[in-house]
């Protein structure tokens, strides 16, 4: 960072399904709660980059920059960011390069996603665009399917069990009990995990994250303080098809990401206290852990059978909001509530960093923000 | 700029029905040529933004900015930026903001659309995106209902003829002649204009930009100089729908934008020797020119009656390209396009400034670019 972005306000609807609510009216209310909470007023918000993935299949919408810059009555330039479940974190990098850059002073960056309106399978379909259509797809995959894959191999690999992935979810979805923005706040016991329906081998319908609706809006700027500000926004990418790679256990987007947010945050891994990473899958817990270094490889699952405060490192929370099995996964919403609930885990603790990991596909695209704590 | 941002490497492939290429073929062929006439090479290359508007629509493909960066050995970090047929401009201005923020030196920027793969009727459908899906679309309206419904309104208020009218796309199609990679390139005489098939009163078909297949790229770099660069960047964004607006046959977002520009590059717009504009329809044409300032409220035909060289101001050339309609409008393709041609024009002509006009929707987004050559 050349320069200071302050994270100045935040709000998000609840991740649930909405039936009574269309795109446009869950964005509406995001960004009405994150100009209630900022210091600065909707005239001062220069700037609107809206994380969307798939409102044209769902909504019949596009140009959602210029329906979300139609709520602020100078409606500031706007644009949306993609990249499919990653777009929350690319819409946030795109909004600290503006304000970097100085073409903005303080940017709204709203992520948006309304699924439950068209039916499973062709949210499954759409989903399938955050892969590669002609080599991935076209073999008749969906994301349960190379979640599946991958964590058939991790298993074989890790010699995990099927009892210890059932740790994940578990916790994810105990640690939501007590977020009132979470889809599904309700304790559920590991064995129930994997005797849920079988989705894909050996992943359960718990093990899954769910189709939700809603919206999270942060406001970022250069002009507007805050004890909360952008440490570190770094995006790496990957082979789009998971076909590409020399593995399928280890996503190489984390692992650039991570290095290049910890050099520029300029601190080590022992220094993060909140973790909110992209649990789309139980078993991209795990991998996510390794590869941002927390756990060796094949260990991720020790932070889930071992309270953390018994690991070597200084982290108190991973998915304290419940991450995304738990509070919903309204897919480009995610990267955007993941820095509210970092923000809201570290004034509660007073700790000094937080992470958010968000990624699109099979990690093809990994966005990762560091936020630290004046 | 608070830097210098230069063209370092462009290209395209033809505008057109590539029934026999996919949108990722199309995206590669318009990267190596981008890559092929750069001073750098594809490992110089530290961002990707790719601009799309209907990937998901046409291909089942979102993501494509991990797509693009695929193409390139080191897969450098990417995302995709869209708001509908300014997908290009905004992509190019989120380029712009990551090479002054000192993200990036070197920035590749593709605009590609795959949009013969669907019906006619899957096509209007999603490109009605662009408006407000409560407001427009559930009326009825297309786009050349909408700015059929311009047109009217404008040659009611401007007293504007019919046979005037066909004068644009007839000296659009008469530039594409020479162009090699329009989709079009025959001259059409003015009188066949308005007796082509009626698609929304007053618009004719010959009115209308086609349905394109087609990709574009630019390398943009403060790191490798070239002999133009980026004056300057901005965008302005107006109400989604038509119906919020005071007027409807003038854009403010244009004429926000311009000025903006305008004063971005210190210049004055008799500057400015090249224009590529959106002409998605004729009426169009007329409104942006005068949104710009080169002709009063009512007068933009004057630049389509006489030569240009009679006009008080500087300019040689209005879409010497073909503009949308001739050399076809693959819509998030067309923004990088132009920049591509104005380029070409000023190396030719050795004038200092060029412009390109690329808008969304009914301009609720617009982007405009200046040109400098030293």
Redesign the interface.
């Known amino acids: 960072m050349?320069q200071s972005i302050y994270l100045t306000g935040s709000g998000q609807t609840r991740f649930g399904e909405h039936w009574d609510k269309?795109l446009?009216d869950l964005m509406e209310e995001s960004i009405d709660a994150a100009i209630e909470s900022a210091d600065c007023t909707a005239l001062d918000i220069d700037m609107?980059v809206v994380a969307n993935?798939?409102?044209?299949?769902t909504?019949?919408?596009?140009?959602l920059?210029?329906?979300a810059?139609?709520f602020l009555p100078h409606?500031?330039?706007?644009?949306?960011?993609?990249?499919?479940c990653a777009s929350g974190a690319?819409a946030l990098?795109?909004a600290?390069?503006?304000?970097?850059?100085?073409?903005a002073q303080t940017v709204l960056v709203i992520g948006v996603e309304k699924m439950t309106d068209i039916s499973p399978s062709k949210i499954a379909?759409?989903l399938?665009?955050?892969?590669?259509?002609?080599k991935d797809?076209a073999c008749g995959l969906t994301f349960p399917g190379i979640f599946g894959l991958i964590a058939t191999r991790y298993m074989y690999e890790h010699n995990l069990s099927r009892e210890q992935l059932n740790l994940v979810s578990a916790r994810h979805h105990k640690n939501a009990i007590t977020n009132p923005f979470a889809q599904f706040r309700k304790e559920i016991p590991a064995e129930t995990i994997s005797a849920s329906p079988r989705v894909a081998d050996p992943l359960c319908m718990l093990d899954c994250s769910p189709i939700s609706d809603g919206a999270a809006a942060v406001i970022l700027s250069t002009k507007f303080e805050s004890p909360i500000k952008i440490a570190a926004s770094?995006?790496?990418?990957?082979?789009?098809?998971i076909t590409?790679r020399p593995t399928i256990t280890s996503f190489a987007a984390t692992k650039d990401a991570m290095t290049s947010a910890l050099e520029e945050a300029d601190i080590s891994r022992d220094d993060i206290s909140h973790i909110e990473l992209h649990d789309c899958f139980s078993i991209a817990a795990l991998i996510s852990l390794e590869d941002m270094g927390f756990a060796n490889p094949g260990e991720g699952i020790e932070l889930y059978e071992k309270p953390l405060s018994t690991i070597h490192y200084a982290l108190s929370s991973i998915n304290a909001s419940g991450g995304l099995k738990a509070c919903g996964h309204p897919v480009a919403a995610t990267g955007i509530k993941q820095i509210i609930d970092v923000s809201k885990q570290m004034k509660e603790s007073g700790n000094m960093y937080g992470l958010a990991h968000n990624f699109?596909?099979a990690a093809?695209?990994c966005g990762i923000h560091i936020l630290q704590q004046s």
């Open positions: 050349n269309s446009k609107v993935m798939i409102g044209e299949m909504s019949d919408q596009a140009h920059g210029a329906m810059a139609s409606h500031p330039p706007a644009l949306r960011a993609e990249a499919a690319v990098h795109t600290c390069a503006l304000l970097e850059s100085g073409k379909a759409a399938m665009g955050a892969a590669d259509s002609e797809a770094q995006l790496a990418t990957d082979t789009l098809s590409d699109g596909g093809a695209t």
